[in-house]
C-alpha cells in the first residue's frame, strides 16, 4: 500500500519542462492544513441532518464494554472524538516533502454500510477510514473496507481498498493471531493481526482496559515495512491509543521513492463531541 506518490509524481515529471517548473514550487513542500475538533463536528451534524429521516428515530446506546447489547456494544459510538497526536509523514522525491501532523487529530465515527465508518482524519492533507462491523455475535469485528488519502507536492490521491477474511477477535488471549486481504486494482496487501498482553492506558484521569493488538501490511515488497499497534477500549472498537510506523520503497523514473509515516496517538474522552 502507499504507493499512490510515485504516480502522481511521475506524471508531473512526464508532464514536461512546464510541469517540472510548477513542480519547483512544491519542493520541500511542508504544507499542513489542521481540521480542528469544531470543523470535524460541524461536518459530521451536517451528514447526519442528510442521511437521517425526517423522523430520526433516537440515538443507539453508548458503545461500551460489558454492556449486554450484542454487536452494538462493540462498534464505537457516533461521534467526534479527539486525539493527542505527534509525528507526521514524508517523501524524499524531487527534494523531499513532509507534513508535522497537528497536536490534536480526529477520528469521526458515522453509521455506514454494515456498521461504522471510523476517519482518522491528520489533515486535510492525511487521512485514513475504516469501514468496520461487528459480527453477529458481537465477538469480533470485521474490517470490510480501507480508505488512505494523501497529498503532496499539491497532487492528491486516494485509494479504496475492500478488505476480506478473519475478523479481530474481540477480548481474545494475548497470542491469538487472525489475517485479512484487502485489495484494489492491481494491487493486493495481506493484514495480519496478533493479540498482545492487554494494558491500561490513562484517559482524561480515568484508567480504562484496552484489548492490544498489532498489525503488519505485507503487499509483497521485502523492502516494505508497515506496523500498526492499536489499543482498544475492553471489549470494543473504540481506539484508545495507536503508533503507526510506516516505510514503503518504490522504483520510479527518478528513482528509489521513500515514504515514512511515524504517528502516536492518544484518546482524550471516551465521550465524543456531537
Known amino acids: 500500500m502507499r504507493r499512490w506518490v510515485i504516480g502522481g509524481v511521475v506524471v508531473v515529471v512526464l508532464g514536461g519542462a512546464g510541469a517540472l517548473v510548477w513542480l519547483l514550487r512544491y519542493r520541500t513542500d511542508t504544507k499542513v492544513t489542521p ?11 451536517q451528514s447526519r441532518r442528510v442521511s437521517l429521516p425526517a423522523e ?27 486525539y493527542a497526536t505527534s509525528g507526521g509523514d514524508g517523501v524524499d522525491a524531487l527534494g523531499g516533502a513532509s507534513h508535522e ?13 454494515c456498521g461504522v465508518a471510523q476517519r482518522w482524519v491528520a489533515a486535510e492533507e492525511r487521512f485514513d477510514q475504516f469501514l468496520t462491523c461487528a459480527t453477529p455475535d458481537g465477538s469480533g469485528v470485521e474490517l470490510a473496507a480501507f480508505t488512505e488519502f494523501h497529498e503532496f507536492f499539491g497532487i492528491s490521491e486516494r485509494d479504496d481498498f475492500l478488505c476480506t477474511g478473519d475478523p479481530r477477535p474481540v477480548g481474545a488471549a494475548a ?29 482524561d484521569g480515568t484508567d480504562v482496559a484496552t484489548d492490544h493488538v498489532a498489525w503488519e501490511i505485507d503487499n509483497g515488497d521485502a523492502r516494505d515495512r508497515q506496523l500498526t499497534e492499536t489499543w482498544y477500549l475492553a471489549g470494543t472498537d473504540l481506539v484508545v491509543r495507536r503508533v503507526i510506523d510506516n516505510r514503503t520503497i518504490e522504483g520510479s ?21 456531537r
Open 56 to 82: 430520526p428515530a433516537s440515538d443507539p446506546p453508548a458503545a461500551t464494554a460489558g454492556d449486554d447489547a450484542g454487536p452494538l456494544a462493540v462498534l464505537p459510538e457516533a461521534g467526534v472524538y479527539a
Open 35 to 45: 481540521v480542528g475538533v469544531d470543523a470535524a463536528v460541524a461536518e459530521f451534524q
Open 101 to 113: 501532523y497537528p497536536a490534536l487529530t480526529t477520528l469521526t465515527v458515522t453509521p455506514a454500510g
Open 253 to 273: 523514473v527518478v528513482g528509489d521513492v521513500a515514504y515514512t509515516e511515524t504517528a502516536e496517538l492518544l484518546l482524550q474522552s471516551l465521550t465524543p463531541s
Open 175 to 203: 497470542g491469538t493471531t487472525w489475517t485479512l486481504v484487502c485489495a484494489r486494482a492491481g494491487e493486493r496487501a495481506t493484514w495480519s493481526g496478533t493479540v498482545l498482553e492487554p494494558e491500561t492506558i490513562t484517559v
